[in-house]
């Protein structure tokens, strides 16, 4: 850098490098739009957990300059810096830092002149208005509206504000009418580094149940495939003796009305069914099948 660093700047500057090569994780957020009573108060909130240190964009990335030996590509981290920023260190992982952040953010409505957070869209559905003035507002912002029931409906999702832009009044005020609170008061983590990698806002914010069902179903769906190709296992054989019992009560079900021989010989075949899986069930149990169940 070419600008001479007053001893105080200077002094920050490494207070900013011991705090970064002292910590597991660090990150850098953007205070913009959080009142300064809700810093404190989250801040009292992550005392012993998380920390967070204000400081000037320039000395932040002058800090990070002075890194490039501890710390990898300098240079597109310091892109990713913006807004109002801060310093954010812990010794969790990134993910639990994100999670932390997150569980003490609350939503707000939008104003004229904030910086967007995420893209902020408008939804498809029927609105509370009946038709009027309304429906030039979402005009004027691109929205294309029809009526149902007597109400005003947004025909189609629309991107109104894309993330990092300006919000314009205009769409402000269409926002505020349609009860949509896009913005987030809170610790907006924009990335964290851990150990040479970098995890951004979209790759942290993990929806926890949503993945929790994800492997529910892709449970249910292996086992469901296993039983169909007859794959022996632990997990299988249960539901395999029940699944063949269930066929041997309707095959039992359909006696009167097929000739003696055919039945006989259906009931046999089925009968020789449920004992091999009973069989193997047994081996399976007992520790038995060795090379027969398929892992």
């Given amino acids: ?76 981290l310091k892109e990713k810096i913006r807004g109002m920023p801060a310093l954010v260190l812990c010794e969790e992982n990134p993910f639990k830092l994100y999670k932390e952040l997150k569980r003490e953010k609350s939503s707000a409505p939008a104003k004229a002149g904030q910086i967007a957070p995420n893209d902020i869209y408008i939804k498809k559905g029927k609105t509370s208005f009946a038709p009027g003035p309304i429906i030039g507002e979402l005009g004027q912002i691109g929205i ?4 149902e029931e007597g109400k005003v409906a947004v025909q189609e999702d629309k991107l109104v504000v894309k993330a990092g832009e300006v919000i314009k009044q205009n769409v402000a005020d269409v ?34 149940e949503q993945i929790i069902k994800d492997i529910q179903n892709i449970h249910r769906w292996s086992l469901n495939l296993a039983v169909y190709a007859g794959i022996y296992s632990k997990e299988t054989v249960e539901v ?41 069930a047994k081996k399976v149990m007992w520790g038995e099948a060795g090379g027969e169940i398929q892992r």
Avoid: C, H, W
Avoid at 9 to 16: A, D, L
Avoid at 37 to 53: D, I, N, T
Avoid at 144 to 147: C, E, L, P, Q, S
Avoid at 262 to 277: M, R
């Fill in 240 to 280: 395999m003796i029940r699944k063949a019992e269930l066929e041997v009560k309707a095959l039992g079900s359909k006696v009167n009305i097929q000739t003696p021989d055919k039945t006989e010989e259906a009931i046999k075949t089925e009968e020789e069914k449920v004992k091999e899986v009973e069989d193997m």
């Fill in 175 to 208: 926002l505020t009418k349609l009860k949509i609170e896009p913005m987030e008061v809170g610790i907006n983590l924009l990335f964290a580094y851990d150990n040479g990698t970098v995890y951004e806002r979209a790759v942290l914010d993990v929806d926890e």
């Fill in 144 to 147: 294309r509206t029809g009526v």
């Fill in 1 to 76: 850098m070419t600008k001479k660093i007053q001893p105080k700047k200077k002094q920050e500057v490494e207070n900013i490098k011991k705090l970064i090569a002292g910590a597991k994780v660090f990150g850098i957020a953007d205070m913009t739009n959080l009142p300064a009573l809700q810093l404190q108060r989250m801040k009292e909130k992550l005392r012993g957990k998380v920390v967070v240190r204000m400081s000037k964009k320039r000395l932040i990335k002058i800090a990070l300059d002075g890194l490039k030996d501890k710390v990898n590509d300098v240079d597109s």
